[in-house]
């Protein structure tokens, strides 16, 4: 008789580092005023939606897609103002392009390091990819820790270093000069990911000639373009080069570089957008900054980040009241009692910032 089978199970066949996450969440939020994901929350026009459902229309999606997506990339380069000795790669989304370049560089016990709090997919693609890796408690207010990063470097002699700029879910800028001396210390890649660069002051996109080791890498989800998923890494050809090879074919579907272009065609108005954001931005920093007992945080994002006491009870107060935003509580330590909300429409903000005192008000008087 045959030997029984050994039983294939996820426990004995999956590595330990996969069986110990948590799949990432993202709620749908139907129904409420979903103010929990750094979407654009201004429709195109129609004029440009007709457009689109022309393009879409005629589609040949029985074919593939140009492999290469060419003509989208010329117009990305067109837009972006990056430099001809520069190259470019496309992800679907800017998760694909981390989870590619940790790919490339995971070497046996290769390091991947960041700082803390920050985006949650540096950590779990390090994971996913089996990368150790590194995290760098930021300092007061968010702040770099210069002295504590540059220690990190020299001990772990990472293989590749994520920065959010602005930094998410914080939203702030790190100290330019700060990131340079990263830059500089680094052994191996450094990766400033500015995916919220359309509201932010700064970016290090002049920089890349300057230092070798340097990417930048962006997406348009935040800038109108969520439900397309594109996302896109400039930097040195020497580099972009070698990690083409790992982009899996087609990555880049018909609709998304269609659709995708024709948006760039009229980037002026996803940038008007952005501005209005911007001002959004500023009129509900100052409303939670003026609110009793509650601490705003500065941004240079499409979000504002901001403590209060009770943040659960108070998150489910907003629920309750039909107002979805992100309860950041539990994610880290310097992030107890904090929550993250998107910046709306107006009509949005100002439903949110009722919602936000009832809540509060309901939440200290034990309601």
């Given at each position: 008789m045959p030997t029984p089978r050994i039983a294939a199970t996820p426990e004995r066949l999956l590595r330990e580092e996969v069986l110990a996450l948590h799949a990432y969440h993202a709620p749908t939020g139907n129904g409420m005023v979903k103010l929990d994901a750094m979407e654009n929350p201004y429709p195109l026009p129609s004029q440009l939606r007709e457009e689109i459902a022309r393009l879409v229309t005629d589609a040949a999606i029985n074919r593939y897609p140009d492999a290469g997506a060419r003509s989208l990339k010329e117009k990305i380069r067109a837009v972006s103002g990056l430099a001809h000795d520069a190259e470019l790669l496309l992800g679907n989304g800017s998760d694909e392009i981390i989870q590619l370049l940790a790919l490339a560089l995971?070497?046996?016990?290769?390091?991947?390091?960041?700082?803390?709090?920050s985006f949650v997919m540096y950590?779990?693609?390090?994971?996913?990819?089996?990368?150790q890796y590194v995290g760098v408690p930021l300092a007061e207010n968010f702040a770099l820790d210069l002295p504590a990063m540059l220690s990190a470097i020299e001990r772990h002699q990472p293989a590749l270093v994520f920065l959010a700029y602005p930094n998410n879910p914080s939203g702030?800028?790190?100290?330019?000069?700060?990131?340079?001396?990263?830059?500089?210390?680094a052994p191996g890649l450094v990766v400033?990911?500015?995916?919220?660069?359309?509201?932010?002051?700064?970016?290090?996109?002049?920089?890349?000639?300057r230092y070798p080791n340097l990417l930048v890498m962006r997406t348009f989800s935040k800038l109108g373009m969520a439900g397309l998923r594109l996302g896109f890494l400039a930097g040195s050809p020497l580099w972009l080069a070698q990690l083409e090879k790992l982009r899996l074919p087609y990555n880049i579907g018909v609709l998304t570089q269609l659709v995708a272009e024709k948006l760039l065609q009229h980037h002026e108005i996803l940038l008007q957008q952005a501005g209005q954001i911007k001002q959004d931005r500023t009129w509900l920093y100052e409303r939670l900054a003026g609110m009793e007992g509650v601490r705003a945080f500065p941004s240079e994002a499409n979000f504002i980040l901001f403590h209060v006491a009770h943040a659960g009870r108070v998150f489910e107060g907003l629920k309750q009241r039909g107002v979805l935003i992100k309860n950041m509580s539990g994610v880290h330590a310097a992030l107890a009692d904090c929550l993250r909300v998107t910046v709306g429409a107006p009509q949005e903000n100002e439903l949110f910032i009722r919602a936000l005192q009832d809540s509060i008000y309901q939440s200290k008087n034990g309601i």
């Open positions: 995971a070497k046996p016990g290769a390091k991947l390091l960041s700082v803390e709090p950590k779990m693609i390090a994971a996913f990819t089996g990368m702030n800028l790190f100290d330019a000069d700060n990131v340079e001396q990263i830059i500089l210390s400033v990911d500015e995916a919220y660069y359309a509201f932010a002051s700064a970016s290090f996109f002049p920089m890349l000639a």
